[in-house]
């Protein structure tokens, strides 16, 4: 069977073709603004406790985080479908100046109340980044090119991973936190300078007029997604007494069961919407759903890994927030090599199903091997535990992508990438909500069976498991512990402080261990997922017929033949 862009389309060229050093160019601008948002979460995150102290709103902590991620993956789809209408350059320029106009509003808060807003505000720019920057790679490149080049995101994001700690606390401590914000103006400006001066706003001229663009659909996507990923973050949160909140809550499971009515109803409407913000039509081929269901899943596994090996680190080891973080060193190395590595196996050999099931059945490899984490597990072994999970998660970085859009019409292919990135985005926040819910109760059932093991008495072990007392269990997952025990517990009880600290720990690792069975289970399912993927022998060249090429007389730059022959915009 062909692929989509071969079957749909008839002959042998991108959608953009530029000379070598303009398209270079336009590479290096998406993945700065790529880099630009993916390093702004990690340098924000470093600096969120001095930032959150100085405007004096720790009861607001968590909604500079939510406010960005609520915004930013709303409005996902909805980028990726205009950019199909009205082309990627256009859409990009808007996404990269909102986010600098948020970027230089959030460095001027003066209070939590401001800084949450325009955390917002950013968040609606940064959801163009990713779907339209990954668009933009499958315009200029063939389906047989676009894999060397879309492994390049995968390295991006664990350079942001790596960069950003050190940036966010370095500026903090040294400058301002002001500046982590205004550190984005450069690397933006830099963005949308290349972007508007050499990207030609290429794009089928499809006539669709504003009264035809999907406002149902786009009314009941931000009704159902909001309460949704509200109430997947309030499962997260603790509440009086230290322990997470319960899936019954109203804020947690009242929120989730009606997010997900209203997206019942939104997939009804957009079944029946002329343009359509997430295409139900696409899903009736199975690479393309199939490849669908396994992003989300490694996103699932992937993100309970990257949260809770740090406060592995943090709680056991004894190692700060900022140092915790890269302590995931090998897991990134192996992300980025794998991501980068599979993209130009893709491109030299043309398929991609092997590749990507090798890479699945990796990630649950190194899922398995994490959930016989311990207290006393050795550095070395972590780290080759972590390095085989990170090779298999590296992958799903650029093949998934190589696979969408092979699947997706040209015409569509803006609404298949951003839909990809949506999903990724939501297989996280399941994945952290299910995954914290799991680690709470493991740590509530094992804590007193491993204070016990250690020697703890009885009547010393019922202060942590009763959940009154200033030491309850809610105060035990944190750092510090052997300082905050010394300090809350009196003085007869000092001498077992060691014995308490070392139960904890156990019970601390083993309940992040089985926080990886999700991953393990996550990667299952994927790997599932990609086995019923057919492998699609990827054509050296995009196909782009006659029709679709006569269809641009909307483009902003001429289409002319070079002396190769090849159709180059310029």
Not at 141 to 161: D, I, K, N, P
Request: hydrophobic content about 50%; some cysteine; glycine content about 12%.
């Amino acid at each position: 069977m062909e692929s989509a862009e071969v079957a749909n389309n008839g002959a042998s060229h991108p959608q953009i073709e530029l000379t070598s050093g303009k398209r270079n160019a336009v590479l290096f601008a998406v993945l700065l603004g790529l880099f630009l948002s993916a390093l702004d979460q990690n340098v924000v995150g470093t600096a969120l406790p001095r930032i959150v102290t100085d405007l004096h709103g720790s009861s607001l902590y968590t909604w500079v985080v939510t406010s960005y991620l609520l915004s930013s993956t709303i409005t996902v789809p909805i980028y990726g479908k205009l950019s199909d209408i009205y082309g990627r350059k256009p859409l990009l320029l808007i996404g990269v100046s909102i986010f600098l106009i948020g970027s230089i509003l959030c460095g001027q808060s003066q209070n939590m109340t401001e800084l949450i807003l325009f955390r917002g505000l950013q968040g609606l720019g940064a959801g163009a980044l990713f779907p339209i920057s990954l668009a933009v790679i499958g315009d200029m490149f063939t389906a047989r090119e676009r894999g060397r080049y879309q492994g390049l995101f995968g390295a991006v994001f664990g350079l942001s991973f790596l960069l950003g700690p050190f940036i966010g606390g370095w500026i903090t401590d040294n400058v301002s936190w002001h500046w982590v914000f205004y550190v984005n103006l450069p690397l933006g400006l830099i963005t949308l300078v290349v972007i508007s001066t050499v990207l030609p706003n290429f794009h089928p001229n499809t006539g669709i007029k504003v009264r035809d663009l999907d406002y149902l659909g786009i009314g009941l996507f931000t009704v159902g997604v909001v309460p949704m990923m509200l109430g997947l973050n309030n499962k997260g949160l603790t509440n009086s007494h230290g322990t997470l909140n319960n899936l019954t809550d109203l804020t947690v499971g009242g929120f989730i069961v009606f997010g997900v009515i209203v997206l019942i109803a939104f997939v009804l409407a957009e079944l029946r919407a002329k343009q359509p913000i997430i295409p139900m039509e696409l899903f009736r081929d199975r690479n393309y759903s199939a490849t669908q269901l396994a992003t989300f899943m490694v996103a699932f596994g992937m993100f309970a890994s990257i949260v809770f090996l740090p406060r592995y680190y943090q709680a056991v080891r004894g190692i700060s927030a900022t140092k915790s973080g890269y302590m995931l060193w090998p897991l990134l190395v192996g992300l980025i090599g794998s991501s980068i590595s599979t993209g130009i196996l893709i491109s030299k050999f043309g398929r991609y199903k092997v590749i990507l099931m090798s890479s699945v059945a990796l990630l649950c490899v190194g899922g398995f091997f994490m959930t016989h984490l311990t207290r006393d597990t050795s550095d070395p072994v972590l780290w080759a535990w972590m390095f085989v999970m990170g090779v298999g998660i590296g992958p799903s970085m650029s093949g998934f992508t190589v696979v969408v859009q092979n699947s997706a019409p040209l015409q569509q292919l803006g609404a298949a990438t951003s839909t990809l990135t949506f999903l990724r985005q939501i297989g996280g926040s399941v994945g952290l909500a299910i995954a914290g819910t799991l680690f709470s109760q493991t740590f509530t059932q094992k804590l007193p069976v491993q204070l016990a093991a250690n020697g703890v008495p009885k009547q010393v072990i019922s202060r942590f498991t009763s959940g009154g007392s200033s030491s309850g269990q809610g105060n035990l997952t944190g750092v510090n512990l052997t300082a905050q025990l010394t300090h809350t517990l009196p003085a007869s009880l000092h001498a077992l402080v060691p014995r308490i600290v070392a139960g904890v720990d156990d019970a601390f690792s083993i309940a992040i261990a089985n926080v990886f069975w999700l991953t393990f289970g996550a990667g299952v399912l994927a790997l599932l997922a990609v086995v019923a993927i057919t492998d699609q022998p990827l054509r050296q060249h995009t196909a782009m017929s006659a029709e679709a090429a006569d269809a641009v007389p909307g483009a902003e730059v001429p289409v002319t033949e070079d002396p190769r022959g090849r159709v180059a915009a310029g």
